[in-house]
Structure formats: structure tokens, C-alpha cells
């Protein structure tokens, strides 16, 4: 059972802005731990998409951004398009786990 | 390239015994950790546990403590994930990924293990 909840499912037209929330508690997010998000397109493995919160790896486009604040912490895509339907899955760290945590996962759909 | 190259997909029975592989190359494998991250079909991500090839210090999540071992061997750059007696319930993709900071950012294809009777 993830620590990290995400909502299942967003959805939005071509062109369109979507934004996917990740909400922690204090021992992960809230603590400080930085947020990072990860793409996963259909039959493929995951890629890093944004880390320490806010900074995109080389080659992701900058309609891809992220923010934190307090527990949670988003992802948010402006300029939707085709090639990003896939699943979303924050991280962080826990330290109750101590260890690293995923979030729950959103599939984001293009209408 | 800078890669992990994990090995082929697997179909066992309940009660064998499995060691899958993960190998880096192009990068200086022992100067980093190796995590194993555990997806069920249809399922999200799970991190099970981490491997710091250079002295083998590991760490397991608590869900994936005593279920798996995590190995490795820093002379050919490889991270191993084993399982002693599998379950059906072990059936899934396994991905490798290699831990920079706290995020996962080189990760492998991913290597299916399907357990069935």
C-alpha cells in the first residue's frame, strides 16, 4: 500500500493544461524529502521526468513542470498532447520506511 | 550508452528457485546504488530494495524483507534480485534502476517473471 496518493485518472484535450496531485504526510514529503516524477508509456519501463521537484532531465520537454508545497506536491503538463498518454508515478523518500516510496500512480488520457 | 541491460523473461513454477540479472555498462557501476522495483500486472511501481555494488551494503523494503535477495557482483556490473521458492503471487515485471540522489534516473527494460503451476 503506497504512502503516495495520486488520483487515478485525469484527462484533457489536445492543447489542453492537466495537473497531478501528490499528497504525502510528514514523514516523506512534508519532511522535506524532494518529490520526483516518472513517465511510464504503454509496454514501456519508466523514465525520469522531473527531479529534485522541479528540474527536468535533459530532453524533457519544458511543458512538463513540477512543484511542491507542504505534503503534496504536483505534476503539471501544459500543451497536452498525443504522445502523453501514459501513467505518471511520483517519489520520494520515507522515513518511517526508511526507504524510497512510489505514488499510487495516474493514468493521464488524451481526449 | 549508458544502460542496464536486464536478462530475458522467465516462467517457473511455484516452489523454484530464480535469480534474474541486471548489468550496467557505459558508467562506473561500483560509484552507484542498484534498485529492484517490482510491478504486478496491471499494477504501479513498488521500490523493493537498493544495492551499493562497490561493498554490497543493501537495503530491503519492509513489504520485500526475507521475500528476496539482493546481490551483486562488481567485477562483471551486475545487481542480482533472487527468489528461493516462488509464488504465484511473485508473477510480475521486474525493473532494475540505478538510484542518483533519491531519484531513479537510468532504469532497465524490465525482465516478466511469470510463476504458474
Known amino acids: 500500500q503506497s504512502v503516495l496518493t495520486q488520483p487515478p485518472s485525469v484527462s484533457g484535450a489536445p492543447g489542453q493544461r492537466v495537473t497531478i496531485s501528490c499528497t504525502g504526510s510528514?514523514?516523506?514529503?512534508?519532511?522535506?524529502?524532494?518529490v520526483h516524477w516518472y513517465q511510464q508509456l504503454p509496454g514501456t519501463a519508466p523514465k525520469l521526468l522531473i527531479y529534485?521537484?522541479?528540474n527536468r532531465p535533459s530532453g524533457v520537454p519544458d511543458r512538463f513542470s513540477g512543484s511542491k508545497s507542504g505534503t503534496s506536491a504536483s505534476l503539471a503538463i501544459t500543451g497536452l498532447q498525443a504522445e502523453d498518454e501514459a501513467d505518471y508515478y511520483c517519489?520520494?523518500?520515507?522515513?518511517?520506511?526508511?526507504?524510497?516510496?512510489f505514488g499510487t500512480g495516474t493514468k493521464v488520457t488524451v481526449l | 550508452e549508458v544502460q542496464l541491460v536486464q536478462s530475458g523473461a522467465e516462467v517457473k513454477k511455484p516452489g523454484e528457485s530464480l535469480k534474474i540479472s541486471c548489468k550496467g555498462s557505459?558508467?562506473?557501476?561500483?560509484?552507484?546504488?542498484i534498485a529492484w522495483v517490482r510491478q504486478m500486472p496491471g499494477k504501479g511501481l513498488e521500490w523493493m530494495g537498493i544495492?551499493?555494488?562497490?561493498?554490497?551494503?543493501?537495503r530491503y523494503s519492509p513489504s520485500f524483507q526475507g521475500l528476496v535477495t539482493i546481490s551483486a557482483d562488481k567485477s562483471i556490473s551486475t545487481a542480482y534480485l533472487h527468489w528461493s521458492s516462488l509464488k504465484a503471487s511473485d508473477t510480475a515485471m521486474y525493473y532494475c534502476?540505478?538510484?542518483?540522489?533519491?531519484?531513479?534516473?537510468?532504469w532497465g527494460r524490465g525482465t516478466l517473471v511469470t510463476v504458474s503451476s
Open positions: 534502476a540505478r538510484l542518483t540522489t533519491t531519484s531513479f534516473d537510468l
Open positions: 557505459g558508467y562506473s557501476f561500483s560509484s552507484y546504488w
Open positions: 544495492i551499493f555494488a562497490s561493498d554490497s551494503d543493501t
Open positions: 510528514s514523514s516523506n514529503i512534508g519532511a522535506g524529502y524532494v
Open positions: 529534485g521537484n522541479t
Open positions: 517519489q520520494s523518500y520515507d522515513s518511517s520506511l526508511s526507504g524510497y516510496v
